[in-house]
């Protein structure tokens, strides 16, 4: 199809023409993917080549000097006049030596390491009525995991040791001066500030971040739970169990469940983010409008709910529409129903109870942001759509909503990914309750998976599943968000509105 | 010679100083957790202690307040960080001896612990054969508050609830909790029970949840939770429009505070021509596994002290926990409480709560929300048998395998 032709399609038929794109191309995108990773595989391999190369030929070429580096780090350095750098090498040299080869044993990196394969074989004993505790696999997970990256950092740093020494030695051979420790400290400070700023927040997400991350994928390939609870009892790895169990196709065991409260999360996300979106939209559109009075006091009455935090507000809505709760109670004094409406403990009523408590405390951000954005739009536009005729519903569609669209695009993508993790309010409305003897692990309808996550953790101590479902998430929502972020008019028509 | 006699006299040396040493009590600190409404008077009787037995007097004691449940599970999740010794309700002590989290309870003092206290709450503190923790409480059952004024007969269910209903108040009872839940089930004539190995696993279960008298404890929930009237729930505090409530001891002061001068107690009523019967259930401190010995001889002392007769009934006349030991209970002021004496009406009608896996709970809780959720108003005997026999069928996947 030409582009020509694309233009004169419908919208609908637009949006059909390029999700059937996407999809056209998936096997097309597919092949590339492998075959660069057959590249990128050859090309690491040749990498990695290359770096024993350049090992093996510094040593050949070097003087004692750099060959001496080889084992004491940084004694090329020092040895060059290049002080601070040299003692840099030692002292990280030192640090690591001291941490694998630790005088007590059992808190030296090696001994983690070496127990990283089992977990832990030495069970907790007792003597006479003293406990003596065994190998702790929560330590030994952790700790290991740490090593490993401490090894990794230190190989790393160990040939950066070694290249310094070859350029050293082809500085000083082309007849130029090294720098000195003085001059490397003003280039930390000039040239090379960037690496003086990154330094910090690189090890900071490294050791807060990314190591925790790794950490919670390998307790998903454990049995970590309750009854494997450290320092008293040991765990250890078990492969996929965790995931063969989630993702089970049994519908009486945790794969029903599952599928049930990610079915659920899902709805529940889309509610959340579309119809806070348009309501707030139309709010924001009502108050906007000409001849509407006291649009002050309208903004104000909406933006209270934002004043009050939710731990409060929510907390309160809950109980209001308990069975013995306020609207209940009102209901069925002015008569119009006869018994309590079951808005905690049918499940149908409980999800749509908090999309609507949702709703209210979603509209007025949204009113805000609305309100902002439309303010913006030239009016110009409306008065000359007005000129041609059209009507103010064809105003709101092919002006105020590819605008609003345009412009919050991204916005609506990341409310989505934050309502499928809406933990507060679930948590706080119905605490995902009710529950039924149709799901298993504790789970309720009204669930998400990050509350079904906290409550594995906090009330089962059920870590692996939880781990797995953390996994999970994380999947579910990187296949989302990469799928609309490409389809959202911000990335695909950039230039629509500049 | 001389070299030999300096080595015995070394030894000699070494030998008083190892037994000196365990006479001498412990000086370290020993942190406690209780429920925050006997904090105060857990310190002033750690002063007591103190002050009897003069080897631990240089002991820092450190008292925090914590939620019984909460102990439990941070006990679980951080064994080493958690308290010496712990307050606990015994529906948690299967997962906590399962965990390692509970040292057993030292030889010398299991035959009086055995001989003061109520058989209900030894057997509350058993695993197995191995006695894990202290007895502390004998309360921890649920009962009937009423108002006077609206309830003319408490001995029925149905006449309970029509009371309500032309009072156009509620009857609160919380009947998706597993705790609450087997008020129905025991009433009617089943049977729910575990029993345990000494590590803290459940191996065995004894259940007649699918038989006929089950069917006619879920059919008797199943018309309660249709009435009008009816309010789930079991704090006096929480419930807006009670005219009745089934709730414990601890919510005795609040209920007279919300019935005032009609405040009545007494024990559950009949349903479907069936005694209510339900859990006598226990509180008791529990001592986690040390690795020094003085340290263990010392948490020992201070806890079974903690549980003594003196000072369990020292306990009810500061906040009003009735306790477990025979002799405290026959004290007069015990013995007057409304509570407590609505409380031991009830007893005779219930089974003392023994060890049931955490999962029970939380499937009690889904069957409960079911028949609140009016999934099973409609249901005939056989389809509420077999929702039964799938209750009994989940809880028998919860045993150590």
Same mark, same amino acid.
């Given at each position: ?15 059909? &023409? ?65 002080? /601070?750098?040299? =003692? ?57 995991? @740490? ?113 049930? %409260? ?132 064809? *105003? ?34 119905? /605490? ?21 996550? &906290? ?12 781990? %797995? $479902? /953390? ?11 990469? $799928? ?15 | ?8 006299? =070394?030894? =000699? ?38 002050? @009897? ?5 240089? *002991? ?18 951080? %064994? ?6 712990? /307050? ?8 906590? %001896? ?23 709450? =030894? ?182 002290? @903690? ?63 079911? $028949? ?25 996947? &919860?045993?150590?395998?």
């Amino acid at each position: 199809m030409t582009d020509l032709d694309y233009l004169k399609l419908s919208k609908p038929k637009k949006l059909l &023409y390029r999700m059937g794109a996407f999809f056209k191309a998936i096997p097309k995108k597919t092949g590339h993917f492998f075959a660069n990773l057959g590249k990128k595989i050859l090309r690491f391999f040749k990498g990695i080549g290359a770096w024993f190369a350049e090992v093996f030929s510094t040593f050949r070429d070097g003087d004692w000097k750099t060959r001496l580096s080889y084992l004491i780090m940084g004694f090329g350095s020092i040895a060059r006049g290049q002080w /601070g750098r040299g =003692v840099l090498f030692l002292l990280f040299q030192t640090v690591f030596n001291v941490y694998m080869f630790f005088p007590d044993a059992s808190k030296s990196g090696c001994f983690y390491l070496a127990k990283l394969s089992t977990l832990g074989t030495v069970e907790t004993q007792k003597i006479n009525r003293r406990t003596v505790y065994g190998d702790n696999s929560f330590f030994i997970l952790l700790y290991g995991v @740490l090593t490993l990256f401490f090894i990794a950092a230190f190989i790393y740093t160990w040939y950066q040791n070694i290249r310094q020494n070859r350029i050293s030695e082809q500085i000083l051979k082309s007849g130029h001066k090294l720098k000195t420790t003085k001059e490397d400290v003003t280039s930390l400070m000039d040239e090379q500030f960037h690496k003086t700023l990154l330094a910090l927040p690189t090890l900071g997400v490294t050791v807060f971040t990314i190591l925790p991350i790794i950490f919670m994928i390998l307790v998903a390939f454990t049995n970590f739970d309750a009854t494997h609870q450290p320092p008293g009892k040991l765990f250890t790895w078990v492969g996929w169990d965790n995931f063969r169990q989630l993702l089970s196709t049994d519908t009486e065991s945790y794969g029903g469940t599952f599928r049930q %409260v990610l079915l659920w999360t899902l709805i529940w996300a889309f509610f959340a983010t579309f119809l806070n979106y348009f309501l707030g939209m139309m709010v924001a559109i009502m108050i906007n409008k000409k001849g509407i009075k006291l649009k002050k006091v309208w903004r104000t009455i909406l933006v209270m709910t934002i004043a009050i935090p939710q731990f409060v507000s929510l907390l309160y809505v809950s109980k209001m529409f308990a069975q013995d709760g306020l609207i209940n109670a009102y209901l069925m004094k002015w008569g119009w129903i006869q018994s309590p409406i079951p808005f905690w403990t049918d499940p149908m009523w409980a999800r749509f109870t908090v999309i609507l408590i949702n709703v209210w405390i979603g509209i007025p951000y949204l009113m805000l942001i609305a309100t902002g954005i439309l303010m913006n739009i030239p009016a110009d536009l409306y008065e000359s759509a007005r000129i041609d005729g059209a009507n103010a519903f064809q *105003m709101y569609q092919k002006i105020t909503l590819p605008y609003m669209l345009f412009v919050t695009g991204p916005y609506l993508l990341t409310s989505f990914t934050g309502n499928i993790n809406n933990f507060n309010v679930i948590f706080l409305l119905s /605490g995902g309750k009710p529950l039924s003897m149709e799901l298993s692990g504790n789970a309720g309808y009204t669930d998400l998976l990050i509350t079904w996550l &906290y409550k594995m953790t906090v009330n089962d101590t059920n870590y692996k599943l939880a781990a %797995v $479902i /953390g996994i999970l998430v994380f999947v579910v929502l990187a296949v989302i968000n990469l $799928i609309t972020y490409n389809l959202i008019p911000s990335v695909k028509n950039e230039e629509d509105f500049q | 010679m001389k070299k030999l006699l300096s080595f015995l006299l =070394v030894a =000699v040396m070494m030998l008083a100083m190892v037994s000196f040493a365990s006479a001498e009590g412990f000086s370290g600190e020993i942190k406690i957790w209780v429920a925050d409404a006997v904090v105060d008077f857990t310190k002033e009787q750690v002063e007591n202690f103190k002050a @009897l037995h003069p080897e631990y007097a240089d *002991m820092k004691v450190d008292v925090s307040p914590m939620g019984e449940g909460d102990a439990a599970s941070k006990m679980i999740t951080d %064994v080493e960080g958690g308290a010496d010794i712990f /307050g606990f309700a015994q529906d948690q002590l299967a997962r906590l %001896v399962a965990a390692n989290a509970l040292e057993e309870v030292a030889p010398e003092n299991i035959d009086a612990l055995k001989a003061e206290n109520d058989p209900g709450s =030894v057997g509350a503190v058993t695993m197995g054969e191995t006695i894990y923790a202290y007895p502390m409480t004998s309360d921890n059952g649920y009962f009937l508050y009423y108002d006077k004024s609206v309830i003319t007969d408490p001995s029925t269910l149905e006449g309970i609830l029509a009371d309500c209903e032309n009072a156009g108040k509620s009857f609160y009872m919380e009947i998706n909790s597993g705790w609450y839940q087997t008020a129905f089930f025991f009433g009617a004539g089943c049977e729910l029970t575990f029993d345990s190995n000494d590590e803290g696993q459940l191996v065995k279960m004894n259940a007649s949840y699918a038989s006929e008298a089950g069917v006619r404890a879920l059919k008797a929930m199943i018309a309660v939770a249709k009435s009008p009237a009816f309010a789930n729930g079991s704090s006096v505090s929480n419930a807006a429009n009670a005219a009745a409530i089934v709730d414990g001891t601890w919510d005795a002061a609040a209920a007279k505070q919300a019935f005032g001068d009609n405040y009545a107690a007494c024990k559950l009523p009949t349903v479907d021509g069936f005694q209510l019967g339900g859990f006598g259930g226990f509180k008791m401190l529990g001592v986690k596994p040390q690795t020094d010995d003085d340290k263990l001889a010392a948490c020992d002392a201070l806890a079974a002290y @903690l549980t003594s007769e003196a000072v369990q009934l020292a306990r009810y006349n500061a906040v009003g926990w009735g306790p477990s030991n025979l002799n405290a209970q026959q004290n007069e002021a015990v013995q007057a409480d409304e509570a407590l004496s609505a409380l031991a009406a009830q007893l005779a009608f219930c089974d003392p709560q023994g060890q049931y896996p955490g999962e029970y709970w939380s499937l009690a809780t889904a069957l409960g929300d079911d $028949i609140l959720a009016d999934k099973l108003d409609d249901a005939d005997d056989a389809t509420l048998l077999e929702t039964l026999q799938k209750f009994e069928a989940t809880c028998e996947t &919860y045993l150590a395998k």
